[in-house]
């Protein structure tokens, strides 16, 4: 079986960008809040994030996680990247599912907010 990697990844590579207006230039901004770097880390984030309850971001990428599964690249992984407490500071990246291929899953969609949490969408 061929594993066909999405173009989007490509153009987004391993950078999961949070779009905000800046209300006073009317112009939009991007700012990188995490990069994924591979591996058990994840990798190629492909949906927009849900937002859940204080800014948290939700969402899943596409390849890395388990690496021993999916031919080598990963099956994927749920993640969450929880605000910075202060101005400037870090986003916490927190992994909260890694898929292992058959039985379990492999290259999750986007996800939804429910009111018990998260659903596949």
């Known amino acids: 079986m061929l594993r066909y990697r999405v173009s989007v990844a490509s153009v987004v590579r391993s950078f999961l960008c949070v779009w905000l207006a800046c209300a006073s230039a009317g112009a939009a901004t991007f700012e990188t809040i995490y990069n994924f770097a591979g591996g058990s880390d994840g990798l190629s984030p492909q949906f927009a994030p849900a937002i859940g309850a204080g800014g948290v971001l939700y969402g899943t990428t596409l390849e890395g996680g388990n690496m021993q599964g999916c031919n080598g ?41 429910a009111a018990g949490g998260c659903s596949m969408a």
């Open 73 to 113: 690249f990963g099956c994927g992984t749920a993640f969450s990247l929880t605000p910075p407490t202060s101005s400037g500071g870090a986003w916490t990246k927190t992994t909260l599912w890694v898929f292992g291929g058959p039985g379990d899953g492999s290259g999750p969609s986007a996800l939804t907010l």
